[in-house]
């Protein structure tokens, strides 16, 4: 029969000998973590290789566009090709594109508030013709093209309006409709009805 000594020596002994397998059992389990980890990496950096954003306004080509991540709006615009009346001052063309973004082009002041072309179907001397439309057609006032000063001659349409008409078209492209006014803030059901015999967007 083994004596106390004897006794806690093995018990000593079988401690250090389960430690031990325990460690090199961590050990071992650790280097299978190791490739999962690599391989959310490579996932994570594949994914931020590009950007896809919106570009709408005055541009030949609107639509949406795939460009490396670290592109610029100038590089979306040689892609979607501004029209000559586009007002690229408007832009910071050295910004740097996000993903999911909308760049919208306006146009020029002078392009908005163009009047009819002459007979001749070409524009007056320094003056740029309007691609969308002229501010007026067929006694309507087109809300896509007018300036405040011609849309503040609409009934209930103050310069307050007129701005806000001005502002949504340029965040959101032209009005696809004249349904489309009520988007505008101020502008209900009752004042759309008013309206609705007097302006087109066409």
Known sequence: MLGRREQVALLVLAAVVIFGL????????????????????????????????????????????????????????REAQP?????????????????????????KAAAQGAGPLPAGGTAPPGTAANPFASPQAGGRININTADAATLDQLPGIGPSLAARIIQYRQENGPFASVEDLVNVPGIGEKKLADLRDRVTVH
Do not use: M, T, W
């Open 22 to 77: 325990g460690y090199k059992y961590a050990v071992l389990r650790v280097p299978d973590k190791i490739p999962l980890v690599q391989k959310d990496a490579a996932a994570g950096e594949e994914e931020a290789g590009e950007v896809v954003v919106h570009v709408a306004g005055a541009v030949s080509k609107p639509g949406l566009y795939r460009l490396p991540r670290g592109a610029r709006i100038d590089d979306a615009l």
């Open 83 to 107: 029209l000559a009346e586009a007002d690229l001052d408007a832009l910071n063309l050295a910004a740097l594109l996000e993903d999911q973004q909308k760049v919208f082009v306006p146009l």
